[in-house]
């Protein structure tokens, strides 16, 4: 199986134009979005490309490819424009590995009961360890913060690969 993951579009579909042909040209499996898909959020500027409906029909025509977590930009009404349920986390075992993944805006209870934790919000790639549980953030597609790029993730066998989505270089790669 391969996943990809990523976060905080935030209404741009010029990004998640990009994103999304990486993604069907790497016949990716499932699609997991860390949330924040369509509003711009009040403290963001607004993204390149912004077209909140753009992205929802978009995202739709994924639907049955979509794993969709809930971030704290996303409303009820994203919801109702999308034809696919948002969560507030989701667990998968994957490579005798548990992954959890969550938007990253609330505290994580029980961080030690899996192997690696994949958040967005924060818009800043990170990839480190606390205690046991690899903790790993894609950043943002749309809004990068810190002089990041605007990055994904592809999580396939046991490593996870970051890319820059405007060159689709290699940004890094961890073995778990």
């Known amino acids: 199986m391969k996943l990809f993951v990523i976060s905080d579009i935030h209404g741009s579909l010029t990004q998640l134009k990009k994103a999304l042909n990486q993604f069907d040209k790497l016949q990716a499996d499932k699609l997991i979005l860390l949330g924040d898909l369509y509003y711009h959020g009040p403290r963001n500027k607004l993204p390149e490309g912004y077209d909140s409906m753009g992205c929802a029909n978009l995202l739709n025509q994924y639907e049955d490819k979509i794993i969709a977590i809930k971030g704290n930009c996303d409303a009820e009404v994203d ?60 950043g943002s597609i749309s809004l990068p913060k810190a002089d990041n790029s605007s990055n994904y993730l592809v999580v396939e066998n046991n490593t996870i690969s970051f890319y820059d989505i405007n060159s689709n270089k290699l940004i890094n790669k961890i073995n778990f």
């Open 79 to 138: 919801e109702m424009i999308s034809k696919f349920k948002f969560q507030t986390s989701y667990e998968l075992n994957f490579n005798s590995k548990k992954l959890y993944f969550t938007h990253g805006h609330h505290e994580i209870e029980n961080m030690d009961n899996y192997d690696i934790i994949f958040v967005g919000h924060s818009h800043i790639y990170r990839c480190e360890k606390i205690n046991s549980t690899l903790i790993v953030n894609p």
